[in-house]
């Protein structure tokens, strides 16, 4: 992963999102030690509070949990944490912007819909 220092989303969050994906990917796993804030600071070539605060905030989200003088790990539902986090956050927010486009566009709910499993279909197919 390349850290995009052009977006408008602070590193630290891309940082905490780049963690995320490699949970869902199953690179770390429950009770998996993750990269300290020095490892990802190596890694991404950022300042060390930076990475340290995209750890934080996975422990706020109880994604992460500390185990003093170790590090941080993996905690036991956080693929499941992070899931329902996309699902109500991300999803829902490209789920709104798609249908005030096809309304902008006059594209009724059943050509939307048939538009989605097109894509789904295809997507399965890779």
């Known amino acids: 992963m390349i850290l995009d220092s052009d977006s408008s989303k602070p590193i630290y969050v891309q940082i905490s999102e780049w963690i995320e994906a490699e949970i869902l990917r199953g690179h770390f796993t429950t009770d998996q030690k993750v990269y300290s804030q020095y490892q990802?600071?190596?890694?991404?070539?950022?300042?060390?509070?930076?990475?340290?605060?995209?750890?934080t905030l996975l422990v706020e989200d109880n994604i992460l949990y500390k185990k003093r003088g170790l590090g941080m790990f993996v905690a036991e539902d956080a693929r499941e944490r992070i899931k329902n986090k996309r699902k109500n956050q991300t999803l829902k927010k490209l789920i709104f912007e798609l249908v005030m486009e096809a309304k902008y566009l006059d594209v009724d709910e059943g050509e939307l819909i048939e538009m989605i499993k097109s894509i789904k279909r295809k997507g399965e197919g890779q």
């Open 40 to 55: 990802l600071a190596d890694k991404f070539n950022i300042n060390p509070a930076t990475a340290g605060k995209g750890l």
